[in-house]
C-alpha cells in the first residue's frame, strides 16, 4: 500500500506570490494534517481537516488556507508569501479516531 | 501551555545504549509520541505510549513515561549507524476536536564508531 504523498517535492517562490501544495493520504484515511517544519525546529500543525470539514487550525495567518476534497485528498494554499515561509511542509494522515498520524515526505517550499 | 523540551544534541559509540530525554508541560495529554527523522525524509512514527502507561517495550526501542514529573524517555539498545536521525518527541493534547500533535524541536543522534 503506498504511504502519504505530497507534491511538489521542492518549489521555489518569490515574496508576495501564492503557492498550492498537495497531498493524498494513505488509502481509507479519511483525515488530514498539514504541519509547517522549519529548518532547526520541530513541526508545529496547521490544519487538519476530516470529511472535508476543518476540525482544527493552529497559530497561522489568513495567508494559510486549506481544503479536503471528496477523495480526502488535501491542498495547502498560502497567499503573499513571505521569507519566513519557507520550510518543509508536511501532510499526515490518519484512520477516523486514530491516535497514529502518517506523514508524507513533505514539500520543501523556498521562498526568495 | 502546550510546550516539549528536548536536548539537542546526543552523541552515542555505536553498539552502546542511546537515551533520549523529553519533558512535556501539558497534563492533559493521551498520547506521547517518538518519531525518527532522516536527513532530507519526513517523519517515521517510531512508537508511542498512551498516558496511563509506565512503559512500553518494542524490539529495540523501550518508552519510559512519568507522568507526575512528565517526563519522557526512549531508550534505543545496541544503537547502529542507522539510527543516526533526529528524534522528536511529541504529545497530542486530547483537548482539541482536531488530531493535533505538538512536537519538541528534536535530538539529533549521532554515532560514533
Known amino acids: 500500500d503506498a504511504g502519504v504523498t505530497q507534491s511538489p517535492t521542492h518549489l521555489i517562490k518569490t515574496r508576495g506570490q501564492h503557492v498550492t501544495l498537495r497531498c493524498s493520504p494513505i488509502s481509507g484515511h479519511k483525515s488530514v494534517s498539514w504541519y509547517q517544519q522549519v529548518l532547526g525546529q520541530g513541526p508545529q500543525f496547521i490544519f487538519q481537516?476530516?470529511?472535508?470539514?476543518?476540525?482544527g487550525r493552529g497559530n497561522f495567518p489568513d495567508r494559510f488556507s486549506a481544503r479536503q476534497f471528496p477523495n480526502y485528498s488535501s491542498e495547502l494554499n498560502v497567499n503573499a508569501l513571505l521569507l519566513g515561509d519557507s520550510a518543509l511542509y508536511l501532510c499526515a494522515s490518519s484512520l477516523p479516531g486514530g491516535n497514529e498520524q502518517f506523514f508524507g515526505p513533505g514539500t520543501r517550499l523556498t521562498v526568495l | 501551555g502546550e510546550d516539549v523540551e528536548q536536548s539537542l544534541f546526543l552523541s552515542v559509540r555505536e553498539g552502546d545504549s542511546s537515551v533520549i530525554n523529553c519533558t512535556y508541560t501539558?497534563?492533559?495529554?493521551?498520547?506521547l509520541y517518538w518519531y525518527k527523522q532522516e536527513p532530507g525524509a519526513g517523519l517515521q512514527l517510531l512508537t508511542y505510549i498512551f498516558s496511563n502507561m509506565d512503559m512500553k517495550q518494542d524490539q529495540r526501542l523501550t518508552v519510559l513515561l512519568n507522568k507526575k514529573d512528565k517526563h519522557l524517555s526512549l531508550r534505543i539498545a545496541d544503537t547502529q549507524t542507522g539510527d543516526s536521525a533526529i528524534y522528536f518527541c511529541a504529545y497530542d493534547p486530547g483537548y482539541s476536536s482536531a488530531s493535533k500533535i505538538i512536537f519538541g524541536s528534536g535530538t539529533r543522534l549521532s554515532i560514533r564508531p
Open positions: 481537516y476530516y470529511e472535508k470539514e476543518e476540525r
Open positions: 501539558d497534563s492533559s495529554s493521551t498520547y
